[in-house]
């Protein structure tokens, strides 16, 4: 039961939050499939609804890929509880916040998230060379879309257990950040100066300031 709570919690938090990161991807694989051989060629009816079922199925991949890392921090944050850890960790100030901060500046600076933001800043050329027909195909490009997507942004998101999913603040700090360095043109050259602030942040707050 409470496992279930926190799965909702988390799958509700990772929809809101990542749901504008997906959208130009979504709009670029309906477009791109109205207006290839299926396309553009059909009647205006067809040129509408034909593209439906790649876009959906890119979306169900995309869902599917987080919905993993919904389950998965839904796990973690249950297990802690289930230690005695309070949550947020940020209630707790000092190490058991800073050191989180810390962790997750410090992976914006990894090659992993450098190569996985690669892959998530150009729709339509990550598109052209994974290009997949039909319900299924959108469904492996969505998904592997997904993991990328999550490579990039898994750690932001975990910053969750930090600051706490009903603080609306810093919810809607983080989804700019992600928007940012996905979506927004130049946003790579966000991704250090974020990491550097999250790890000045972490230490502030392992020396005694709480990010509550």
Do not use: N
């Not at 670029?28 to 059909?42: K, S």
């Not at 169900?60 to 921090?73: D, R």
């Not at 944050?77 to 500046?105: E, N, T, W």
């Amino acid at each position: 039961m409470i496992y279930t709570r926190t799965l909702s919690l988390w799958a509700a938090m990772t929809a809101v939050m990542m749901t504008p990161v997906v959208a130009p991807w979504l709009r670029a694989v309906y477009r791109l499939e109205r207006t290839g051989p299926v396309g553009g060629g059909a009647t205006r009816t067809e040129a509408w609804f034909s593209p439906v079922p790649v876009t959906l199925g890119f979306a169900a991949g995309y869902v599917g890929a987080w919905s993993g890392f919904a389950a998965a921090a839904a796990a973690l944050q249950v297990s802690l509880g289930a230690i005695g850890v309070p949550m947020p960790l940020g209630s707790l100030g000092g190490i058991a916040a800073g050191v989180p901060l810390i962790l997750v500046g410090a992976y914006q600076f990894t090659g992993i998230k450098d190569r996985c933001l690669s892959k998530c800043r150009s729709p339509m050329g990550y598109l052209l060379s994974h290009w997949r027909a039909g319900s299924r195909g959108g469904l492996e490009m969505g998904f592997g879309h997904g993991l990328h997507c999550l490579g990039c942004c898994w750690a932001l998101m975990l910053l969750a257990l930090v600051v706490g999913h009903m603080h609306l603040a810093w919810m809607a700090v983080l989804t700019a950040v992600m928007i940012i360095e996905t979506v927004m043109p130049g946003g790579r050259r966000a991704v250090r100066p974020v990491g550097a602030l999250l790890v000045l942040v972490g230490l502030a707050s392992a020396l005694g300031w709480s990010p509550q």
